[in-house]
């Protein structure tokens, strides 16, 4: 079975600052993608980024981005220039390729910004 | 209205009662999904449909009843509930695209509460 695992149940960063969440999968297939969704508090889940798992670069969305470590099955979100609206919970997911549409979740990361 | 929107927002509800839960898809996709977030515990997936048709019942008690009557909408039926289904429950939907980067969008939640 597949499983996600956010070792980081909190977190606080600096407004402006940086702070990288991490996350770790297990999984014996080769083919998959992972994702990273914020959940405010107003709890709809927003999707942030995501990686293609054959794709060897990095992906990026502006202050947002990952360090995909295959070989270790690591993906860390990395937010530069913490804003107070990053203030949320944040999910990693993970999700196998050709084998329908399921996503398996992390357990979360409070991310807390301190003005 | 966009995105994907669920009602009603806020339940509560004996163990006796009889609900549903909505959800609606403006996207245009064709897979539905319910997950179920309870305290400290990561997002667990309940049902999937693609295309109307119940692809996944990730082992959901039958007090819970799904409907997905088009690949607009979807419905989540409850009836004698216990108070450990309190939780927050997530619509998502997704174009389901094997063998891409399908994403799966979330709607904003109902908070349930079983006394």
């Known amino acids: 079975a597949q499983t996600v695992t956010q070792s980081q149940p909190e977190m606080s960063v600096q407004e402006a600052e940086t702070v990288t969440l991490s996350c770790t999968y297990d999984?014996?297939?080769?083919?998959?993608?992972l994702f990273w969704y914020k959940q405010p508090p107003s709890r709809q889940m927003i999707l942030v980024i995501r990686q293609e798992a054959y794709k060897q670069q990095n992906a990026t969305e502006n202050r947002f981005s990952v360090n995909f470590q295959k070989a270790a099955k690591s993906f860390s979100l990395k937010i530069s220039d913490s804003q107070l609206g990053d203030a949320a919970m944040y999910f990693c997911?993970?999700?196998?390729?050709?084998?329908?549409?399921?996503?398996?979740f992390g357990g979360g990361t409070r991310l807390m910004v301190k003005p | 209205e966009t995105g994907v929107t669920q009602t009603p927002r806020h339940l509560v509800m004996g163990m006796t009662n009889k609900k549903s839960l909505k959800c609606e898809q403006h996207?245009?996709?064709?897979?539905m999904y319910w997950y179920k977030q309870s305290a400290k515990k990561p997002l667990e997936l309940m049902f999937v449909?693609?295309?109307?048709?119940?692809?996944e019942n990730n082992s959901v008690p039958s007090r819970f009843s799904p409907e997905c009557p088009n690949s607009s909408h979807l419905f989540l039926h409850l009836h004698t509930l216990q108070p450990e289904d309190s939780a927050l429950y997530l619509c998502?939907?997704?174009?389901?695209?094997?063998?891409?980067?399908?994403?799966?969008?979330f709607g904003p939640g109902t908070r349930l509460t079983v006394l």
């Open positions: 449909y693609n295309f109307k048709e119940q692809t």
């Open positions: 999984t014996s297939e080769s083919d998959y993608y």
């Open positions: 998502a939907s997704s174009q389901f695209l094997t063998g891409s980067t399908d994403t799966q969008y």
């Open positions: 996207l245009g996709h064709n897979a």
């Open positions: 997911a993970y999700r196998v390729n050709n084998a329908g549409n399921m996503l398996t």
